[in-house]
């Protein structure tokens, strides 16, 4: 007996470290796969040691702390709240295939990356600006660069906590207070996101800062922009090519809590009223995919745009933000988001939702599905005529995928051979119909 639980005891001593030793060489073949096999170039500075970066961070931004009094303490603080901590095996061999995975059993999925070729691309620093309708948009987002490019997302600090916070930092993404007023912070921030530039980390950041919580495009935040921008050599290092991405959905997971939070006026909620809704969407999911099975969110899908580089609009414009003052970078910049919020309204996919509830509250009284047909028909047309994006032309194929889902969520109601919309949701299909906003102002 004596012996059996020696030979435990040694095991459990052993088995951690055995554990790690081969998830480093799992880390270590999945890079050189990514590297070779892939064609992937994986940034230097993901694959260099934390200590390492911290030094840099830290010492990088040690002299403007000086002068406002700040100790290299406060500043390696910070620098370890927001610096990533690539984990290549947690990368490839699990969050990829998961998100693959996750995204194709919940929707219809459909990846158009538009011919855009990131590889072509090596050498330049790459940004991915995306619209942000759901907390989703990263999972997808991942999954179509995946066999791409290894992606840096800007995280919001909701998700820098003990359980999240590990798990995000070793998928190689960073963390950002977005509304953090304090100017030793900041400088700690533009430091990082300039060495990100300089390393040629690939980011991907939702210039909206956060989620739209009535369906329509948020104004932008440049902060970041800024960071990127305002020490940028024409002459001298990597371009910044910005992506511009969008997804589109005929659900959103989060919808009523959203306009929730918008008929609150917004705000962070109160614990109670997140258990509250916790609870509530969790159930309600539930009984939606009891009742509609497996397609019961419906269509996806995420479309790449036009890419821009900033070397040529910079050139094109004839400007160089270092020699501007402050108020003259911070209205360049801001022109750049508007073209980039432009190009991503361009790009966004219009579904038969959104199409549907357009039609819908623009309707007659009671009218007939021939009536909605018609009346999709004709929407198809003016979009199109804008140039937009639809995955689904046929009118009837539009009507009939997305009264499925209106009728199950009972948005809508049938009677007679006459659909109407059930008293008090007009506001839902609002928050559907807004994604069309942008594409019929195109002209504008």
Known sequence: MGGALAVLAGTALLAPPILRRSWRKLGKYATWEANHRLDIEISPLLLASREKLLSRLTWGSLEPG???GVSPEVLEGYAREMLPDFDPALYFRVAMPLAGRLSRLMYRMSLDAGGVNLRALDGESVVVVMSHRSNLDYVILAHLFDGRAVLSFAAGEWASGPVLGPLIRGLGSYFVRRDSGDPTYRRALERFVR???EGRLTQAIFLEGGLSRDGLPRTPKIGLLDYMLRNFEA??????VFVPTAAGYDRILEDRSLLDIAR???????RGWLLRATASFVLGNIRLHVRGGRYYLGRAVVEVGQPLS???????RAIDLRTLDRESRIE??????GELMRRIAATTPILPVPLLSHVLLNAGQEPTRDDLEMETRDLILELQNHDARIPVTSAKDVVEEALRMLLLR??????GGVYKITPGQSEVLRYYANALVPGLKADG
Not at 310 to 316: G, I, L, P, V
Not at 410 to 415: F, M
Request: hydrophobic share 35%; glycine share 10%; charged share 35%.
């Open 195 to 197: 060495t990100a530039v």
């Open 264 to 270: 609150r006026g917004g705000g962070r909620p109160s």
């Open 332 to 337: 360049e910049v801001s022109r750049l988001a």
């Open 66 to 68: 000086k002068r406002t």
């Open 310 to 316: 900033f070397r040529e609009y910079a050139a094109a």
């Open 235 to 240: 002459d001298n290092g990597p371009d910044i």
């Open 410 to 415: 009972k948005l809508v109601v049938r009677k």
